[in-house]
């Protein structure tokens, strides 16, 4: 049963510190996205992937965000410093690459900045 | 640009009713539409989905429409169960494009 995996799961921080979260797609799959939930704005989209090059990452405050793909089987969201207003849930999701497709979430990773 | 709305929740039924959850959306072209599903502490869930107009998507007892003339996808379930608690989102694929765009979700809370 193929599923997109996040690690960790869960993640408490101190404002200031570097966070670093994991994905790894389907395999085959080769688009990839973040999102972030949060109850006030809900599902937002931060950032996207096709063949490992972003395609769009509008939705990702430029100046402590990145996001990046080092290989087919890994994806990172680095948060570096943190702040409390980062404190969501932050899913990955994959796709198969075509236009109208579905994509597959995973479990997620809450983190909390204290 | 395309877009989705859904209805409100939180949607509140007792066990075996009835559930509709509207949506409808604004898109250019002709997008596959889908329905996801949330449950507590868990990442969304494909529930079903339709890639053209008249299709119905089904599972799990949920099936939805895609209505092109009324712009479109309503969720229903004829009994809904304790089990089915959880929220759901609305979701276009957007034209010529890799992205999904989603509804802002609705809340279903099923009672015993």
């Not at chain 1, 995996?5 to 670093?20: C, L, S």
């Not at chain 1, 899913?91 to 809450?110: D, I, K, V």
């Not at chain 2, 949607?11 to 009835?18: Q, Y």
């Not at chain 2, 599903?37 to 099936?63: H, I, M």
Request: overall charge negative.
């Amino acid at each position: 049963d193929a599923r997109v995996t996040q690690t960790p799961r869960d993640k408490v921080t101190e404002m200031g510190q570097e966070v670093t979260m994991r994905c790894q797609p389907i395999l085959g799959h080769n688009t990839v996205f973040w999102y972030r939930q949060t109850m006030m704005q809900g599902l937002e989209l931060l950032a996207y992937f096709r063949n490992r090059a972003p395609l769009d990452d509008s939705g990702m405050p430029k100046d402590r965000f990145s996001a990046e793909m080092p290989d087919a089987t890994l994806a990172t969201l680095k948060i570096q410093p943190s702040e409390p207003r980062d404190s969501a849930v932050y899913f990955c999701a994959s796709g198969p690459g075509q236009f109208y497709n579905e994509q597959f979430f995973g479990p997620g990773t809450r983190l909390t900045v204290l | 640009g395309d877009s989705v709305t859904q209805m409100e929740g939180p949607v509140t039924l007792s066990e075996e009713a009835f559930l509709t959850i509207n949506c409808t959306y604004t898109a250019t072209g002709y997008p596959s539409l889908f329905w996801y599903v949330q449950y507590p502490g868990e990442g969304l869930q494909l529930l079903l989905k339709a890639t053209k107009a008249d299709d119905k998507g089904s599972n799990k007892g949920f099936e939805a429409t895609y209505r092109k003339e009324t712009t479109s996808f309503h969720l229903e379930k004829g009994s809904v169960q304790v089990s089915d608690s959880a929220v759901y989102f609305c979701a276009l694929g957007e034209d010529s494009s890799y992205k999904l765009i989603f509804g802002s979700g609705t809340r279903l809370l099923v009672r015993p």
